[in-house]
């Protein structure tokens, strides 16, 4: 079997545990990290041109207003095929209850017939928010597995619940 992790991440301003920090590496990187070093996955960082706000708050305004308007921002690059792979791991930060709209610009155009999608959401109290329901809008003829969601001031130190995450629906 042959993985594959999509993911956006953002270090620096954060919110963590009720306030703003500023972190070195972006919690849902660690959570990627986890799954290519045990299973042997192919990562694909999601990267915007226009790179999002250094602010936190500033930042937060920016995804907010992008839902608002289901914009599609720019990537750095884009991934065009994904059919050697067999499971794709869709993760990233809860951003107004949704993954940032950049994770739909990269999945949007590929073909997940017979791939089996695993939802990862890093949140600070959100949960999966409504991540799921939002990639099987955009996703037809995969399979979906329950999603998992990890507490982003937590992410660093969750590698087993994601491990056992992935053994348990791989």
Known sequence: MKNLVIYYSRSGENYVNG????????????????????FDADMFKIETVK???????DCIREAQ????????????????????????FIA????????PMAVFSAIEGLDFNGKKVFPIMTHE????????????KH????????GLAIHGADASRSKNTVLDWVRKNI
Do not use: Q
């Open 92 to 99: 990233g930060p809860c951003w107004w209850g949704t993954y």
């Open 139 to 146: 996703i037809s003829g995969a399979t979906f597995v329950k």
């Open 19 to 38: 306030s703003i920090i500023k972190i070195d590496k972006g919690n849902t990187e660690y959570v990627a990290e986890f799954i290519e070093d045990a």
């Open 125 to 136: 109290g959100s949960g999966m928010g409504h991540c799921e329901s939002d990639l099987k």
């Open 65 to 88: 207003k992008e839902l608002d308007n289901d914009e599609r921002p720019k990537l750095k690059r884009y991934l065009d095929d994904i059919s050697e792979y067999d499971n794709i």
């Open 51 to 57: 790179e999002y706000s250094a602010s936190y708050m």
